[in-house]
């Protein structure tokens, strides 16, 4: 049996100069073999990493992941798979930081499950995704579950294999009960009142100050999650609504079980039939987080009020 040609190592750094050293070298060693390159990290790691790459910054896919990858769930299908797809029959070479000093304690659990959930979503793919990881700055849990979500482990002493690794109990390990709002405003809906959930989202998203296309990606959020409920979900649903920490949440609940891991992480071709509600979800939505068990869904979106 072919070894998988996907690779998917963590780099603990320590440091800028660790940090630009490290990826320098493995775009460098890219371009040298002729690999189409991207660089998806925060801009302020842009920042130090552009100079340090000087004419060769030119070669290579630039990509701000505190914009692209604000909600996890995007980064799969809008950076990572889009980019190998337009190299299709190439091997790609990515850096991908996902996981970064900053992220809020609401966004990290789907980090974690969005960097184990690369290991099933590029099975047999010709790509190389290296993840940058602060080994100065980040929680000593978080390192823990980088070694669990990645086979390899990178640092200045070279590379080894993650002994650790397990990313099926990261994505289980993060598939919690959420914690009960203080005081939202909900309603129940079948197909007879499904618009009715959907102006109650508008309005809500209104009142927190909401206008043009973001007012809309809200209202068009509600109508996935609520059509999956009717098709998926046994007919029915509640949806609450509430602000918190300068987001406005949207949650969904249903008793639909979500089997598929990647649900809402693929790409769909605009060519072929099939529901691609989560996947808009995703890319509309500022975070999703999702807990699903046998007899019943609560998918939880985010948006940033401005």
Do not use: K
């Not at 100079?51 to 604000?70: C, F, H």
């Not at 959907?198 to 309005?203: E, H, I, V």
């Amino acid at each position: 049996m072919l070894a998988d040609p996907f690779a998917h190592p963590a780099l603990f750094y320590r440091g800028d100069r660790e940090y630009v050293s490290a990826i320098t070298s493995f775009v460098r060693e890219g371009l040298a073999r002729m690999e189409p390159v991207a660089v998806a990290v925060p801009a302020e790691r842009l920042a130090v990493l552009v100079p340090a790459l000087a004419g060769d910054a030119e070669r290579v896919m630039l990509v701000d992941m505190a914009d692209a990858g604000r909600n996890p769930g995007r980064i799969i299908p809008a950076v990572l798979t889009d980019f190998a797809d337009r190299h299709d029959g190439e091997r790609v070479r990515i850096v991908g930081e996902p996981i970064w000093p900053g992220r809020s304690p609401e966004e990290y659990p789907a980090c974690a499950q969005h960097e184990a959930l690369i290991n099933y979503a590029f099975v047999g793919r010709q790509a190389t995704i290296l993840c940058p990881y602060d080994a100065e700055r980040l929680a000593p849990d978080v390192l823990s579950e980088a070694e669990r979500t990645h086979p390899v482990l990178r640092d200045t002493g070279g590379e080894r294999h993650s002994d650790a690794y397990a990313p099926e109990l990261v994505i289980t390990w993060h598939n919690r009960p959420f914690p009960e709002p203080i005081e939202p405003i909900s309603l129940r809906f079948d197909s007879t009142n499904l618009g009715a959930a959907r102006a109650l989202a508008a309005s809500q998203a209104a009142l927190a100050g909401f206008t043009g296309t973001r007012l809309d990606d809200v209202r068009l959020v509600i109508a996935e999650l609520g059509a999956n409920s009717l098709d998926h979900g046994g007919g029915s649903g509640l949806v609450r609504i509430w602000t918190d920490n300068g987001h406005l949440v949207c949650e969904v609940s249903d008793a639909g079980h979500i089997t598929d891991p990647l649900a809402g992480r693929r790409p769909v071709d605009p060519r072929m039939a099939g529901s691609r509600g989560l996947l808009i979800v995703n890319l509309l939505s500022d975070l999703v987080r999702v807990h699903t068990w046998a007899g019943g869904t609560v998918v939880r979106t985010y948006f940033a009020v401005t």
